[in-house]
């Protein structure tokens, strides 16, 4: 007992939280292979249309065998282009305890890395952003190329050392439409992603991303399992209790097959989609399996984007777009993104997890590169209808967990009108893991 508190008083409180909660208490089995065994028993034999049975959003081996299973396999959205877009601008990311490096290569394509040192394994690249030469390993100062290749490795090697066989492993990246997607599997995890991405690049066009630019970004900490952050996210059966500034502008329903939807807002869907076809402005719903949709939705009459009153969020339009009243470009990555593209910025949104019930949430905010703060947009108009949502997200995370960590917890159905998003998102996500794990 006193090594364990020992240990526990040399990190911090959020850490104790998330030992006590993770490791201490939820702990269901012996092994990781009993584990593996277990994950496919509970997702076959699970109740279909219901939650998940609470293994699978607390238990530290199941946890592991996400990341192993979709979060080293899948196809992942790590960013835009538009954030590295000349020669040497990098960005990290953490896929559970992956670090990976993303750089934009002389040559202009974008290259992703483990970032770590082919000496003794250091991290190499330790900024969350920042512009390189070449990448310089900060304990011994080995030294790659924009291309992964190393250059430098001192001269204490030996005469026997071969710097070609020491590069840096690579990440397989797709990019698409200004979005960059990693895959940290050895194979590519299916068949039609690259369908997924030449419509992608086709409803991204009118943005010109590589003439975007980063406006602003967030990063929030949720004490939620990651499939409770999507969850959350595919449904809006939670939004008129929780979401007024995002109500202000979001009309709930995605798609006009909606049982739900009026005739007036089908008119209106209809009037919007006119216009749209006039400036040729991709709208129609596309879906690739459940994992990937795309649909241009209005916003609530009157309004033009995701701002408090739904008033300009920049003077400067994207790309070749005219219509102010653009609605939002709805984009759906499984297992980790969503997105609103709107007439003059878009925010994206990247998840990761860092622990079973802890989870990482991103939102970037991008305007025109010419747009210029203070004058074009305001930072803090931007980000306000979000970062309110975000935040009441978060909290609806955060208590679904802790109810769901309560023993009384039993799986509860879910609303086939108001819930489909969740039933299809776990739907991809159960038959994915018992996929790879048969592989
Ligand atoms: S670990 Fe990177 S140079 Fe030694
Ligand atoms: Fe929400």
Redesign the pocket.
């Known amino acids: 007992m006193e090594a364990l508190l020992g240990h526990i008083v040399n990190i911090s409180e959020k850490k104790i939280v998330a030992m006590t909660q993770n490791d201490l208490l939820n702990v269901s089995y012996p092994s990781l292979d009993v584990a593996r065994n277990e994950m496919t028993k509970l997702l076959s034999e699970r109740r279909e249309d219901y939650s998940l049975p609470r293994p699978l959003y607390n238990d530290p081996y199941l946890f592991r065998i996400d990341v192993e299973e979709i979060f080293q396999k899948e196809w992942l959205f790590v960013g835009m282009t538009s954030e590295i877009p000349s020669k040497g601008d990098y960005f990290t990311v953490e896929i559970a305890q992956n670090p990976v490096l993303v750089v934009r290569d002389a040559d202009g394509s974008v290259n992703a890395f483990h970032n770590t040192?082919?000496?003794?394994?250091?991290r190499?690249c330790l900024e969350h952003r920042g512009k390189v030469a070449n990448l310089v390993?900060?304990?011994?100062?080995?030294t790659y190329n924009t291309k992964g290749n190393l250059l430098f490795?001192?001269t204490e090697m030996g005469d026997e050392f071969d710097m070609k066989s020491h590069g840096l492993r690579p990440v397989k990246v797709k990019t698409a439409g200004g979005f960059i997607f990693i895959c940290l599997g050895d194979e590519e995890p299916d068949s039609n992603f690259d369908e997924f991405l030449a419509t992608l690049e086709e409803y991204m066009a009118p943005y010109d991303v590589e003439n975007t630019k980063l406006a602003v970004e967030s990063n929030m900490y949720e004490k939620a399992n990651w499939k409770l952050v999507i969850e959350n996210n595919r449904e809006c059966y939670h939004c008129a209790g929780s979401h007024p500034e995002l109500l202000n502008t979001l009309l709930e329903w995605d798609d006009t097959t909606d049982p739900r939807a009026t005739p007036e807002f089908l008119a209106y869907c209809e009037r919007m989609a006119n216009e749209w076809d006039a400036e040729n402005i991709p709208h129609e719903h596309k879906s690739f399996g459940p994992r990937n949709r795309l649909v241009r939705m209005p916003l609530k009459e009157g309004t033009q984007v995701m701002t408090i009153d739904g008033s300009q969020g920049s003077d400067k339009l994207l790309g070749r777009i005219q219509n102010r009243s653009l609605g939002s470009l709805r984009i759906l990555h499984l297992p980790n993104s969503w997105n609103h593209m709107q007439s003059d910025h878009f925010i994206v949104f990247r998840v990761l997890p860092i622990s079973a019930q802890e989870t990482m949430v991103t939102t970037k905010w991008f305007v025109h590169k010419d747009a210029v703060e203070g004058v074009d947009y305001n930072t803090d108009q931007l980000r306000q209808v979000w970062d309110a949502t975000n935040d009441q997200d978060r909290i609806l995370g955060e208590e679904n967990q802790r109810g769901i960590n309560s023993l009384s917890y039993e799986p509860g159905p879910y609303s086939k009108t108001y819930e489909f998003g969740v039933i299809d998102f776990l739907n991809w996500y159960s038959e994915r893991i018992q996929e790879n794990l048969n592989k």
């Open positions: 040192c082919r000496h003794r394994g250091s190499i390993c900060p304990y011994h100062q080995w490795a001192g």
